[in-house]
T-cell receptor, first 113, second 115 residues
């Protein structure tokens, strides 16, 4: 089955700086790669996703890049703000809504004021 | 993504009792429902996948006789934790899926504490 590795487990950055979280996956059939933000005690919230026919996607301060050959994808957050502090999870699936997600272990992002 | 209603949001029960968690897909015909479990400070792990009108498929290490899943309609799936024990204490989250589910969203989750 799919295996998703995520690094780092904790990331502390100064407010206004950029944060990068990296994930690798093992199943070459995976073609859907979402990123979720989870605040303490709450459900994961989708913040951005990318499909395998696209190399990069951007939504305001958040961007995701995908390298299918190397089987890795990354989340980039620019101009970080205190409200970006949370746990971020990457995930992978074969897409199509019929397959569940395999999650990375999560990154605790801490924005230092 | 689908609008999902999950209940109860939290439940405390005694060891040996059973607990039922409901997940409703309010605006999407969920032919598939994914059930995840999240232990404190850990990631989400897929427990089982249920398809409307058929038996659920369980991930390795998940006891099908302990975690009973019913998916009788396109809008409702239930997870029953039978004979719950303290080690079953966790955050259980549902996610509707199936054809047409381009984005996977989650229910609010059910926090189970077994005393």
């Amino acid at each position: 089955g799919e295996n998703v590795e995520q690094h780092p487990s904790t990331l502390s950055v100064q407010e206004g700086d950029s944060a990068v979280i990296k994930c690798t996956y093992s199943d070459s059939a995976s073609n859907y790669f979402p990123w979720y933000k989870q605040e303490l005690g709450k459900r994961p919230q989708l913040i951005i996703d990318i499909r395998s026919n696209v190399g990069e996607k951007k939504d305001q301060r958040i961007a995701v890049t995908l390298n299918k050959t190397a089987k890795h994808f990354s989340l980039h957050i620019t101009e970080t703000q205190p409200e970006d502090s949370a746990v971020y999870f990457c995930a992978a699936s074969r897409g199509g809504g019929a397959d569940g997600l395999t999650f990375g272990k999560g990154t605790h992002l801490i924005i230092q004021p | 993504g689908a609008v999902v209603s999950q209940h109860p949001s939290w439940v405390i029960c005694k060891s040996g009792t059973s607990v039922k968690i409901e997940c409703r897909s309010l605006d999407f015909q969920a032919t598939t429902m994914f059930w995840y479990r999240q232990f404190p400070k850990q990631s989400l792990m897929l427990m089982a996948t249920s398809n409307e009108g058929s038996k659920a498929t369980y991930e390795q290490g998940v006891e099908k006789d302990k975690f009973l899943i019913n998916h009788a309609s396109l809008t409702l799936s239930t997870l029953t934790v039978t004979s719950a024990h303290p080690e079953d204490s966790s955050f259980y989250i549902c996610s509707p899926g199936g054809a047409g589910a381009n984005v996977l969203t989650f229910g609010a989750g059910s926090r189970l504490t077994v005393l």
